[in-house]
């Protein structure tokens, strides 16, 4: 599915598809709301994630945190549906817009994984300022009591 990188011309300016993954076979995606344009989370793929994402038109990211393939919202029925996937000038990072029944993306509830915002220029005491004051569904409900996965 994938071109071999040939030269600069052809990734830049050609029409082959040739993602350049890191050391870790990773591409990192931004993932933003096809509606508002909202950043909802920043997700990684592995070519098997770039893959059924591309296949399916729904997104698929890898968990770095469990070392596996991750259906977003499989489990909560937050499915991401692809409005539209682009690469970057040099293909190494994804930006997806996706629409989503529920209109949520975040584990933690929140609509976006970007629910608090880091005060810039006021000394050296950060205090995170909460920006979505409201959880869109109550994790609990949807994953249960297991610990979170993704934190360690």
């Known amino acids: 599915m994938f071109a071999n990188r040939i030269s600069i011309e052809q ?18 995606c931004v ?12 997700g990684y793929m592995n070519q098997e994630a770039l893959i059924k994402t591309i296949q399916t038109g729904e997104a698929h990211y890898f968990s770095r ?22 690469i970057d000038d040099d293909q190494d990072a994804v930006w997806l817009r996706v629409s989503i029944p529920g209109d949520a993306s975040c584990h933690v509830g929140y609509r976006s994984c970007f629910y608090r915002a880091i ?7 950060v205090t995170l300022e909460f920006k979505e004051h409201e959880k869109t569904f109550d994790p609990k409900l949807v994953y249960g009591d ?3 996965p993704t934190i360690l």
């Open 119 to 125: 005060p810039t220029g006021e000394g050296d005491r």
């Open 11 to 28: 990734v830049e300016e050609g029409q082959e598809l040739a993602p350049k993954f890191d050391s870790e076979g990773l591409i990192p």
């Open 146 to 148: 297991a610990p979170n």
């Open 65 to 86: 945190s469990r070392k596996v393939l991750w259906h977003k919202g499989a489990t909560s029925g937050l499915v991401q549906k692809v409005v539209e996937m682009r």
């Open 31 to 42: 993932t933003t709301s096809a509606e508002s344009g909202e950043v909802l989370m920043l």
